[in-house]
């Protein structure tokens, strides 16, 4: 059981990414997923979650900016990052519950917001 996030990299202020989490076993799809970031020197902070159904919740400083999918499936989830910030910079984690309800980080992709 595990997720493995991939999709980060360097990219301008202004630019887009797309990250992506694939749960491997475990069930997520029955469960909330969520991303989180944390950058140097700062706690870990949740950035969005997912809900089985699809209903989604985004932090207010990512709202209109960013956009947390799931695949049909229910087993990959997306994080679409616009208009990035150089405070947007963090490694990003997923996280997910699996079907016995153990929570699940993945881990981590870094994420660079420069000119």
């Known amino acids: 059981v595990q997720l493995q996030a991939s999709g980060g990299g360097l990219v301008q202020p202004g630019g887009s990414l797309r990250l992506s989490c694939a749960a491997s076993?475990?069930?997520?799809?029955?469960?909330?997923m969520a991303w989180y970031r944390q950058a140097p020197g700062k706690s870990r902070e949740w950035v969005a979650t997912?809900?089985?159904?699809?209903?989604?919740n985004i932090d207010d400083r990512a709202e209109g900016r960013f956009t947390i999918s799931r695949d049909s499936a229910g087993n990959t989830m997306y994080l679409q990052m616009n208009s990035l910030k150089p405070e947007d910079s963090a490694v990003y984690y997923c996280?997910?519950?699996?079907?016995?309800?153990?929570?699940?980080w993945g881990q981590g992709t870094q994420v660079t917001v420069s000119s």
């Open positions: 997912i809900d089985r159904r699809r209903r989604t």
């Open positions: 076993g475990g069930g997520f799809s029955d469960n909330d």
């Open positions: 996280t997910g519950l699996s079907s016995d309800l153990r929570r699940y």
